[in-house]
């Protein structure tokens, strides 16, 4: 696959990706956070805005293609 086409589309998916993950971490936030004690909101927030990396580092990576040596 060219790499034109592979930046492409990661960043579509990475786009995505973004967006429904926003969506998920709102709706955790909304329901299941706020009934934690005050000092578990803050870890729990800091995972929920940290975790996305993770997925984005996936595509991030295939974007690049294949190392050449």
Excluded: C, S
């Amino acid at each position: 696959m060219k790499t034109r086409l592979r930046k492409l589309i990661g960043t579509v998916v990475l786009f995505a990706l973004v967006i429904v993950y926003a969506l998920i971490a709102m709706g955790l936030a909304q329901g299941r956070v706020t009934v934690a004690p005050g000092w578990l909101q803050a870890i729990l927030y800091a995972i929920l805005g940290i975790a996305w990396i993770f997925p984005a580092m996936l595509i991030i990576r295939w974007m690049e293609g294949p190392r050449k040596v």
